[in-house]
């Protein structure tokens, strides 16, 4: 039996089922719904509308499906600024999987397919440019091995929920996560668990608790001050 399988969510688009982490890759509710409203709506357009900068830095904790990036690619088409994303994936898809997920055409994107999969050709991209503004990195590390001396404007916290890897929503690991944050950074999630929340809280980030998406009573988007 493979360790991962494509199924379809509650809109239609499909998502990955892992049975390494007995996990789902994205909401059964809605892989796009859930994507567009937390990484792109209340974190990439937030941050867009609140700064106005020549270029943003996004770094992802679990790149997956490449489903952010791909959102985030067509948010950023014919703005005037670049935008340079950074995804980390310790386990990254096969080709044959990810050329078999259907995001390109319940998104109107097809004219992504070949961006969208050259996302996905190697375990390690540095500095793809994409799409004029959309420059793109993909490095296969674990999480708590990642070490950069670059900052970054957005973080898209995406790892497997607090039940499967609790340490990754608690300190000390959270730590060295919020570091990588530039001054007024933020961080966006579908976690909304008290004790990740508070452990935001006590590294002196402003956390404030968002409407989720469907099946998703809240969200969680913290700023760095």
């Known amino acids: 039996m493979p360790d991962r399988n494509i199924i379809y969510t509650k809109d239609g688009s499909h998502t990955v089922y892992s049975s390494k982490f007995d996990s789902l890759y994205h909401s059964s509710y809605g892989a796009i719904i859930e994507s567009k409203h937390i990484f792109i709506e209340s974190g990439l357009r937030y941050f867009t509308e ?17 489903l952010n990036a791909l959102l985030s690619m067509d948010f950023v088409a014919n703005k005037n600024f670049k935008l340079e994303y950074t995804g980390l994936e310790a386990y990254p898809l096969n080709i044959d999987v ?22 996905h050709n190697n375990d390690n991209i540095l500095n793809l440019k994409l799409n004029g ?14 070490d950069s001396k670059d900052k970054f404007d957005i973080i898209y916290y995406d790892v497997f929920g607090a039940e499967i890897q609790p340490g990754f929503w608690l300190r000390p690991h959270l730590d060295k996560v919020i570091d990588n944050l530039s001054q007024n950074g933020i961080l966006i999630t579908y976690g909304a668990k008290g004790s990740f929340k508070r452990a935001l809280k006590s590294l002196g980030l402003e956390v404030r608790s968002l409407p989720g998406p469907p099946g998703k009573r809240e969200i969680t988007r913290a700023v760095k001050h």
Do not use: A, D, R
């Not at 609140?50 to 490449?66: C, P």
């Open 98 to 119: 990810v050329s078999k997920l259907n995001y390109l055409h319940k998104t109107n994107l097809l004219p992504f397919k070949n961006e969208f999969l050259s996302m």
């Open 133 to 146: 503004n959309f420059i793109f990195n993909k490095l296969k590390i674990k999480f708590e091995q990642f």
């Open 50 to 66: 609140k700064y106005n900068q020549n270029l943003i830095k996004i770094l992802e904790y679990g790149f997956g499906t490449g």
